[in-house]
């Protein structure tokens, strides 16, 4: 996870704080996946003054976590590297689902120190090759955490095929990475599919929508459509008009105006 990540995760507000290093007993929640924080010219002032403002408070939380050193009494544990200290490493629970693999991740405990806690995952998807001489394209995200227990959703990797394997390393602000989780993927009942190629239509695979109220879904819609206005269009032509379709016929979720 490169620093210039952490920072961007720092700037949003995302980092750990030692009253949600506690264990909830609530649903647990979906982790986002890290977007650039960047500056465009039509944002407007008081958000481009905000993300300034933001950042520089991460550069301040970067510098206080290079004064410190890592060290086993601060929660730091060995890495893939002798002699090496970094964050811990998560507890994964991978289910394939469709094209996609849900990813529950749990901590045991979150360290206090900057220098050690980790405040994302990364994340990656990769199996075999479906064309001879093309070597394994993983798929690669990285999650901020909210606290000790998240789930994250990716992607099977692209012109790849099962058996797929799963990947996690946890990340600091430092750019400090914990030992490498690597887990096989077990295929559903139905078989395992191909991971989807760019450029190349999708197979029509139509799951059932389970677990889900209007209630859930619209938060989702409408958070997602206050930060980005044209991608609430592409949700209302793509999955919401699909979910409708769905056994149960969903109520249409309320989209920002």
């Known amino acids: 996870m490169p620093v210039i ?4 995760l720092l700037a949003g507000g995302l980092m750990v704080s030692a009253a949600g290093a506690r264990r909830s007993s609530g649903p647990i929640p979906l982790l986002a996946e890290v977007q650039p924080l960047t500056i465009e010219r039509d944002m407007p002032k008081a958000v481009q003054a905000r993300i300034q403002a933001a950042t520089r408070q991460a550069y301040a939380t970067l510098k206080r976590a290079s004064k410190q050193q890592p060290s086993r009494s601060r929660g730091c544990t060995s890495t893939d590297f ?18 996609h693999v849900e990813v529950v991740v749990r901590f045991r405990s979150l360290p206090t120190s900057l220098v050690c806690r980790p405040i994302a995952v990364l994340v990656s998807t990769i199996g075999r090759p479906t064309a001879a001489g093309l070597g394994p394209r993983p798929w690669t995200g990285t999650y901020r955490l909210k606290g000790p227990t998240g789930r994250v959703v990716i992607q099977l990797p692209p012109y790849a095929r099962p058996p797929y394997q799963l990947l996690v ?3 600091t602000v430092q750019n400090r990475e914990s030992r490498q989780i690597k887990v096989d993927l077990a295929c559903p009942a139905t078989a395992c599919l191909r991971g989807d ?6 197979p029509h695979v139509v799951l059932p929508l389970r677990g889900l109220t209007r209630a859930q879904l619209e938060p989702i819609v409408s958070c997602d459509g206050c930060r ?5 269009v592409h949700h209302e032509r793509g999955p919401l008009r699909q ?3 769905l056994p149960g016929h969903l109520p249409r979720p309320a989209l920002p105006q």
């Open 228 to 232: 980005h206005p044209a991608r609430a």
């Open 82 to 99: 002798a002699g090496q200290l970094g964050p811990p490493a998560p507890e994964v629970e991978p289910r394939v689902i469709g094209h």
């Open 5 to 8: 990540v952490a920072i961007g």
């Open 197 to 202: 190629a760019w450029g190349k239509p999708k």
């Open 243 to 245: 979910a409708r379709s």
């Open 169 to 171: 390393r946890a990340g």
